[in-house]
């Protein structure tokens, strides 16, 4: 609270919004060494992900700031002082290391925040992208999934056929 007990002027804000942004690139860099010293082979070892997490122990912790950065990026492209070209660059790199990041992670609930995000930010800013962006996104995956080795790593991925523990968690707690 006393950070944001100090903005005055819109210009403060964007300083808060950069830093955050270009935190979540450090963690993305860290992510980055730690996969490269691991190696691919480690990322799909025995049909199992290795989730990377850079600084943090819970890769989920991670997901979450590639979700409010990925959030924020998304609302930059649609403002007044981001339509040259090399902002547009910029935010576009941005994205794509936060894609990139959300699949080293293997944070699903960062997938599915980031689609809802962008879902929501497109309906309200732009309706025929949003219709635009669900058909091209739709037909790529359909015939990304046409391909064997990459419906295999979406099947990793997404942990389709890996069994929960969080329900036997949660019926340990409500029996005591």
Known sequence: YVYYSFINKISTLYIYLYMI??????ISLRNYNEFINSGFSFFLANGILARFSGFSDNPNI?????VITS???LGLF????????P???ILLFLLLNNLLITILTDSRAAIIAIIFCG???LFFSNKKLL?????GISIISFLLMLIPSVNE????????????????????GFQL
């Open 21 to 26: 942004i270009i935190a979540q690139f450090v």
């Open 62 to 66: 991670v997901g979450l700031i590639i």
């Open 71 to 73: 959030c924020l990026i």
């Open 78 to 85: 649609f403002h007044n002082n981001f339509r040259t070209r």
């Open 87 to 89: 902002k547009i660059l």
């Open 119 to 121: 879902a929501f930010i």
């Open 131 to 135: 219709v635009i962006s669900i058909l």
């Open 153 to 172: 790593l979406v099947n990793i991925l997404l942990r389709l056929e890996s069994k929960p523990i969080r329900p036997y968690l949660w019926d340990a």
